[in-house]
């Protein structure tokens, strides 16, 4: 049993003076302390965290309302700005920048109430699925030490599973906060494109990120759904909120159509995660879905698309780190050209420079056509599958990774081993839909995620088949 | 099949402006022409009649009020991560030899 209530109860408790957001922030560092040997955490934000929480105490003590977080105690993986803190991305590049401005998302939550305790490991510049691209460490899987969380967003998932916080913050890519979710066990969703302004996070592939939220049921990542969502100024690409908002979950699923995705099974992935998810698909009947075989062609090379584009947007977005504004600076070089080369040489890790080579020799002149251009054309040719599926089901379903979490450095040596981690994933990102990890059983002892996703703006609804599939699935 | 060559690696470090030790150049040969080798399958998709997707969101031109915001930052504290200040400008290193 988690040691949080249900992230409305403990606002509305922390509101009515039961608890004090003071006490909640103590046992979040309590506990963050008592699970150092995990390595989920980057830093602590103790000070920081016991200021606001003594405001929002006098706040309420004084009469006023704190709002729908009154108090709650959250993580945010590392490649959040909060304002005055530390902001790493897990990356030697940006070791010592600390935050000039804040997030809005992070705004978002503190203006209802929510406290900042913690910043979370991830991969660094979220480039990764295990979170051993950290340039710093790598965060342990809580079922089995010797195993990966998966990742990017390994250190919040990790902080999740072991009741560090409410809720984390996360970021999703390619799957970066559904894969952690499944392999650690917790709830772990990524709302339409769009749906949550990205301002003040860290870019990564800017035409598929979104910003994730993972918590122990879907009814909290709703909630905090729910305070995040919306358009921004700050970011051009978000768009408006479900009027009806997020927190609901009642949505009727009687008459309601789930698409087994065919493509995803007896592809290789491991028969007993194949078994379990199908065994899922059956218990969600109970919910009044009908579930159907459903195929998607091109969804085998949705991966092939999603490494040419992430890469080459990685290297237009990791351009602006050149060592001059912030961030690591060489002190060896002698003019401008060597200052550029070296700080990035020496302040990027392998896999960002990695991802920085693939994305220039893809977008160079002479390739753009072969690989940019016409992985963008693959892309339409998915989305319009996926367009198509969306007129017979409501909702698609199958497993969130092929595998379980794998051992700690059974990929890190080839890194295309490491890209497949994300062959179930990434469909959701190029696409544009909302997706959701929920766990569905386990295999061997460790956890296995089901993975369900809706149409555009169909957020609402897919949280309401989420957590009505919990209910009945673990 | 993608064989990327020493001067291709060299070449892209280069454009990407990355200093590459030898180990890196040789490790990074091998990798990203695996990885090339994975991607070439789009090759084969037909994608006849279709264009290509630059975004999902379908916006068109988004806009804003062109209006001076005060988030209350001072220049001091944008300036703080900065590597080399002097009179409240980034200095930079030599261009012009």
Same mark, same amino acid.
């Given at each position: 049993?988690?040691?949080?209530?249900?992230?409305?109860?403990?606002?509305?408790?922390?509101?009515?003076?039961?608890?004090?957001?003071?006490? &909640?922030?103590?046992?979040?560092?309590?506990?963050?302390?008592?699970?150092?040997?995990?390595?989920?955490?980057?830093?602590?934000? $103790?000070?920081?965290?016991?200021?606001?929480?003594?405001?929002?105490?006098?706040?309420?003590?004084?009469?006023?309302?704190?709002?729908?977080?009154?108090?709650?105690?959250?993580?945010?993986?590392?490649?959040?700005?909060?304002?005055?803190?530390?902001?790493?991305?897990?990356?030697?590049? &940006?070791?010592?920048?600390?935050?000039?401005?804040?997030?809005?998302?992070?705004?978002?939550?503190?203006?209802?109430?929510?406290?900042?305790?913690?910043?979370?490991?991830?991969?660094?510049?979220?480039?990764?699925?295990?979170?051993?691209?950290?340039?710093?460490?790598?965060?342990?899987?809580?079922?089995?030490?010797? =195993?990966?969380?998966?990742?990017?967003?390994?250190?919040?998932?990790?902080?999740?599973?072991?009741?560090?916080?409410?809720?984390?913050?996360?970021?999703?890519?390619?799957?970066?906060?559904?894969?952690?979710?499944?392999?650690?066990?917790?709830?772990?969703?990524?709302?339409?494109?769009?749906?949550?302004?990205? $301002?003040?996070?860290?870019?990564?592939?800017?035409?598929?990120?979104?910003?994730?939220?993972?918590? =122990?049921?879907?009814?909290?990542?709703?909630?905090?759904?729910?305070?995040?969502?919306?358009?921004?100024?700050?970011?051009?690409?978000?768009?408006?909120?479900?009027?009806?908002? /997020?927190?609901?979950?009642?949505?009727?699923?009687?008459?309601?159509?789930?698409?087994?995705?065919?493509?995803?099974?007896?592809?290789?992935?491991?028969?007993?995660?194949?078994?379990?998810?199908?065994?899922?698909?059956?218990?969600?009947?109970?919910?009044?879905?009908?579930?159907?075989?459903?195929?998607?062609?091109?969804?085998?090379?949705?991966?092939?698309?999603?490494?040419?584009?992430?890469?080459?947007?990685?290297? $237009?977005?990791?351009? =602006?780190?050149?060592?001059? =504004?912030?961030?690591?600076?060489?002190?060896?070089?002698?003019?401008?050209?060597?200052?550029?080369?070296?700080?990035?040489?020496?302040?990027?890790?392998?896999?960002?420079?990695?991802?920085?080579?693939?994305?220039?020799?893809?977008?160079?002149?002479? /390739?753009?056509?072969?690989?940019?251009?016409?992985?963008?054309?693959?892309?339409?040719?998915?989305?319009?599958?996926?367009?198509?599926?969306?007129?017979?089901?409501?909702?698609?379903?199958?497993?969130?990774?092929?595998?379980?979490?794998?051992?700690?450095?059974?990929?890190?040596?080839?890194?295309?081993?490491?890209?497949?981690?994300?062959?179930?994933?990434?469909?959701?990102?190029?696409?544009?839909?909302?997706?959701?990890?929920?766990?569905?059983?386990?295999?061997?002892?460790?956890?296995?995620?089901?993975?369900?996703?809706?149409?555009?703006?169909?957020?609402?609804?897919?949280?309401?088949?989420?957590?009505?599939?919990?209910?009945?699935?673990? | 099949?993608?064989?990327?060559?020493?001067?291709?690696?060299?070449?892209?470090? *280069?454009?990407?402006?990355?200093?590459?030790?030898?180990?890196?150049?040789?490790?990074?040969?091998?990798?990203?022409?695996?990885?090339?080798? !994975?991607?070439?399958?789009?090759?084969?998709?037909?994608?006849?009649?279709?264009?290509?997707?630059?975004?999902?969101?379908?916006? %068109?031109? +988004?806009? *804003?009020?062109?209006?001076?915001?005060?988030?209350? !930052?001072?220049?001091?504290?944008?300036?703080?991560? %900065?590597?080399? %200040?002097?009179?409240?400008?980034?200095? +930079? *290193?030599?261009?012009?030899?």
């Amino acid at each position: 049993m988690s040691q949080w209530l249900p992230i409305a109860d403990l606002a509305q408790k922390v509101q009515a003076g039961e608890l004090t957001a003071v006490a &909640l922030v103590e046992q979040a560092l309590a506990t963050i302390a008592a699970k150092q040997e995990f390595k989920a955490i980057i830093v602590t934000l $103790s000070e920081r965290a016991r200021t606001r929480a003594k405001a929002i105490d006098a706040t309420i003590k004084a009469g006023q309302s704190a709002g729908r977080l009154a108090g709650v105690p959250f993580i945010a993986k590392d490649n959040f700005l909060v304002f005055g803190a530390a902001t790493t991305a897990a990356s030697n590049i &940006l070791k010592g920048f600390n935050a000039p401005y804040q997030a809005v998302a992070i705004e978002k939550l503190e203006a209802e109430g929510a406290i900042c305790v913690a910043k979370a490991n991830l991969d660094a510049f979220a480039h990764g699925a295990s979170t051993e691209n950290s340039d710093f460490f790598t965060t342990l899987n809580p079922h089995d030490k010797t =195993r990966v969380p998966g990742g990017s967003s390994g250190g919040s998932a990790v902080a999740v599973a072991l009741d560090m916080a409410p809720f984390a913050l996360g970021t999703d890519t390619g799957g970066s906060t559904r894969q952690p979710a499944s392999f650690v066990g917790c709830v772990g969703f990524k709302p339409t494109y769009g749906l949550i302004s990205r $301002s003040g996070v860290v870019a990564m592939a800017s035409s598929t990120d979104v910003i994730g939220a993972l918590a =122990r049921t879907t009814a909290d990542v709703a909630l905090v759904l729910d305070v995040m969502a919306g358009k921004d100024n700050l970011d051009g690409t978000t768009i408006d909120a479900d009027p009806a908002g /997020y927190t609901a979950l009642t949505t009727d699923m009687h008459g309601k159509k789930v698409g087994l995705i065919k493509e995803y099974f007896g592809q290789g992935a491991d028969p007993a995660v194949e078994a379990l998810i199908k065994s899922a698909a059956e218990k969600l009947k109970v919910t009044g879905v009908e579930v159907v075989e459903v195929s998607l062609p091109t969804l085998p090379v949705a991966l092939a698309v999603y490494y040419i584009l992430c890469p080459a947007e990685v290297s $237009s977005n990791l351009s =602006r780190y050149d060592g001059q =504004r912030f961030g690591f600076t060489s002190a060896s070089a002698t003019d401008l050209e060597q200052s550029y080369t070296q700080s990035r040489g020496v302040g990027f890790g392998k896999e960002a420079k990695r991802r920085i080579m693939i994305g220039t020799y893809v977008l160079s002149s002479g /390739y753009y056509d072969a690989y940019y251009k016409k992985a963008q054309t693959v892309r339409t040719k998915l989305i319009n599958e996926f367009n198509e599926a969306f007129t017979t089901v409501d909702f698609l379903l199958g497993p969130v990774a092929p595998t379980t979490a794998f051992k700690i450095g059974a990929n890190s040596n080839d890194p295309l081993q490491m890209y497949l981690a994300d062959v179930m994933t990434v469909a959701a990102n190029l696409v544009g839909v909302p997706a959701i990890s929920v766990p569905a059983g386990l295999v061997d002892g460790l956890p296995v995620g089901l993975q369900l996703m809706a149409p555009q703006r169909a957020d609402a609804a897919l949280l309401a088949l989420a957590a009505q599939a919990e209910a009945v699935l673990v | 099949m993608v064989k990327l060559s020493r001067a291709d690696i060299l070449k892209l470090a *280069r454009l990407a402006r990355l200093d590459l030790s030898e180990d890196e150049i040789v490790e990074y040969g091998t990798e990203l022409s695996e990885i090339l080798q !994975y991607v070439e399958q789009l090759q084969a998709v037909d994608v006849t009649g279709l264009i290509p997707t630059q975004q999902v969101t379908g916006l %068109v031109n +988004v806009e *804003r009020e062109d209006e001076i915001v005060d988030y209350g !930052y001072t220049p001091a504290d944008l300036l703080a991560n %900065v590597p080399q %200040v002097q009179a409240g400008q980034i200095k +930079v *290193r030599r261009m012009i030899g």
